[in-house]
């Protein structure tokens, strides 16, 4: 009996994340990753976004994420795994980093 609820509940755990296409899973990442979504800074394209502009001893300065969309992998993943400055730390699966990087240099899986 107990087998046969969890084959159930697998059954149907897997059909329901089939009911949303790669793009539009990878779209919700992009927007919800477990954090502030990326679009925040980035932009919705992820070419880029201006946040804010501030003065920093008497120097203009601008604040915001860069265009991400031309970037190879590894950078993207190293990017993504390690701690930058202006960015939230994010610990991201890689299954999760590919499919924003596919989502974002609009590559089919
Ligand atoms: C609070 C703002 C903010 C958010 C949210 C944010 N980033 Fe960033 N990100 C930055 C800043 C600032 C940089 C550094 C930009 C620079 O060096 O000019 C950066 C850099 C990067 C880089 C490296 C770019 C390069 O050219 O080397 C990647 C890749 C990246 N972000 C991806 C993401 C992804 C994917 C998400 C969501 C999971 C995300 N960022 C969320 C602000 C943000």
Redo the contacts with the bound molecule.
């Keep these: 009996m107990k087998l046969f609820l969890l084959l159930t509940v697998c059954t149907y755990l897997s059909a329901a994340t089939s009911f949303i296409t790669d793009e539009e899973y990878a779209s919700s990442l992009?927007k919800n990753?477990r954090g502030?979504?990326?679009n925040?800074?980035?932009g919705d394209s992820g070419k880029g976004k201006l946040?804010a502009k501030y003065e920093q001893k008497g120097v203009m300065k601008n604040?915001?994420?860069?265009d991400?969309t031309d970037?190879g992998f590894k950078?993207?993943y190293e990017?993504?795994d390690t701690r930058?400055t202006?960015?939230?730390r994010?610990f991201?699966t890689k299954d999760e980093i590919e499919a924003?990087y596919r989502y974002l240099h609009k590559v089919k899986k």
Aim: charged share 5%.
């Design positions: 992009y990753p502030i979504g990326c925040n800074c980035h946040v604040y915001g994420g860069s991400i970037i950078d993207f990017a993504l930058i202006g960015m939230p994010y991201l924003l």
